[in-house]
């Protein structure tokens, strides 16, 4: 009974993770074609989304990794950015998947 239990929770707790991705790329196409000040605005909207907040911590490690990676070269010109060294291993396992992207 209590690997049922368990088992379901998993579960629930995978749907919230799809949900939550689902989000953040339906949010990521949409401000493509956005100009930097409505990124911004946007941007600073979310960063006060309390569900987004709190609903983080359901990603696995290597999805958390990817977004404070995308958020902390932000600001940072193309040639100055630096990476640890589980970042760079994870863009690898990335690029193995899939060369074209």
């Known amino acids: ?3 049922k239990a368990n088992r379901l929770h998993g579960e ?4 919230k993770e799809k949900k939550l991705i689902k989000f953040l790329t339906n949010i990521a ?3 493509l074609s956005d100009s930097a ?3 911004l605005d946007q941007a ?3 960063s006060r989304n309390k569900d987004l907040l709190e609903n983080f911590y359901l990603l696995n490690k290597r999805a958390q990794t990817f977004l404070f990676m995308q958020l902390k070269q932000i600001h940072k010109s193309k040639m100055t950015r630096r ?3 589980e970042e760079k291993l994870m863009a690898l396992l990335v690029m193995k998947q899939s060369p074209k992207c």
């Open 83 to 85: 990476f640890t060294l």
């Open 1 to 3: 009974m209590y690997k």
């Open 44 to 46: 600073q909207s979310l």
């Open 29 to 31: 196409t949409e401000t």
């Open 37 to 39: 000040s409505q990124g």
């Open 12 to 15: 629930e707790n995978s749907i």
